[in-house]
């Protein structure tokens, strides 16, 4: 990765002073909420209301997301108000909504940089996609190939688990690790990207395994919800979230494994060159819509200066004055 990049950029009021300082904390941050956040799709169905883990969970998230309101709106009113406020207001609102999309920001002021860990700012470009991509491989594999001992402790030893908090902790501890990688490495690959529907569409098995834990959870919000009306073993008798929870259960760690064989036979000569002919496509599409653009363009500037020079010879001579031919 290239050393830290300093662009210049004429500072507007202290914006580009507070964005250097913001971004580090910040990215750090939106990695702590992202650990939280884990705990709770994770950790928290295993805990009692009055669990202190529970409370510890629930406060911490409450106080980055205050912190994250708060940053929100000051980087709101940092903005470039010569430009239109809707890209600011809607990148407020997912920080606000959705505070771990905050490390994959882009910068205000120095155009299409983004800030990483060791490195500082740096420019999203195609060395800087390939860079990450190198980075994430080697230790994307490993975390992908941590699902296997998971499984089978979950397998064999589910009575053990039930029965052994301490053990529990740590099988939440790993598949909260997993998922935590996964998360990471989908938000800055898609905030590095020129297309992100694109690479969400080509990478969408990281996409399933990032949500579909988030989606377990919705059914546990649910009971907490109505927890004071009705008791919860009344619920579960229901038996269909307990279903749901374990069909969800079962297709994230289905595709965890797919990612593993994905990953382990992914890198071979023949996946690079289909990812090439892929990209070519698409940068072939990419300069044959440019070519139509410049070529409508061309066009009707044609029209304009062909009506322009029609008005000019049917216009009367100033005066009166008609042409006469000898």
């Known amino acids: ?3 830290p990049s300093n662009p210049v950029a004429a500072p507007d009021n202290g914006r580009q002073t507070w964005e250097d300082r913001l971004a580090g904390p910040m990215f750090f941050l939106a990695g702590l909420f992202l650990i939280v956040l884990a705990g709770l799709i994770h950790r928290y169905p295993r805990l009692q209301a009055t669990d202190p883990e529970a409370y510890l969970i629930e406060g911490a998230l409450a106080l980055l997301w205050l912190v994250f309101l708060a940053e929100a709106v000051f980087r709101f009113r940092l903005r470039d108000r010569r430009r239109p406020a809707w890209r600011p207001l809607l990148a407020a609102v997912c920080s606000v909504l959705v505070p771990p999309v905050r490390m994959g920001y882009r910068s205000q002021v120095r155009p299409n940089h983004i800030w990483l860990p060791f490195v500082g700012w740096q420019e999203i470009n195609r060395s800087l996609r390939n860079t990450l991509d190198r ?19 979950e397998y064999f030893e589910a009575d053990r688990i ?4 301490v053990l529990a902790l740590w099988v939440d501890i790993g598949t909260s690790l997993i998922w935590l990688a996964f998360a990471v490495e989908l938000i800055l690959m898609v905030a590095v990207s020129d297309r992100p529907w694109r690479y969400c569409f080509l990478h969408w098995i990281d ?15 649910r009971l907490l919800r109505l927890g004071r009306i009705l008791r919860l073993e009344e619920l579960l008798r229901w038996g269909r979230l307990h279903r749901l929870q374990a069909l969800l259960s079962r297709a994230w760690r289905a595709f965890l494994l797919l990612q593993v064989v994905q990953r382990l036979t992914g890198r071979s000569l023949e996946y690079q060159l289909k990812q090439r002919q892929e990209l070519l496509q698409a940068k072939e599409e990419e300069v044959a819509e440019l070519r139509q653009e410049i070529k409508e363009f061309e066009e009707r500037i044609a029209q304009r200066a062909q009506r322009k020079k029609s008005r000019s010879s049917n216009s009367p001579m100033p005066f009166g004055g008609t042409l006469v031919r000898t």
């Open 1 to 3: 990765m290239t050393p």
């Open 135 to 153: 980075v994430f491989s080697i230790p994307m594999i490993f975390f992908a190939l941590m699902v296997l001992p998971l499984l089978a402790i």
């Open 162 to 165: 039930r029965a052994e908090p």
């Open 207 to 221: 996409v399933v395994i990032v949500l579909l834990p988030a989606v377990e959870m919705m059914p546990v919000f």
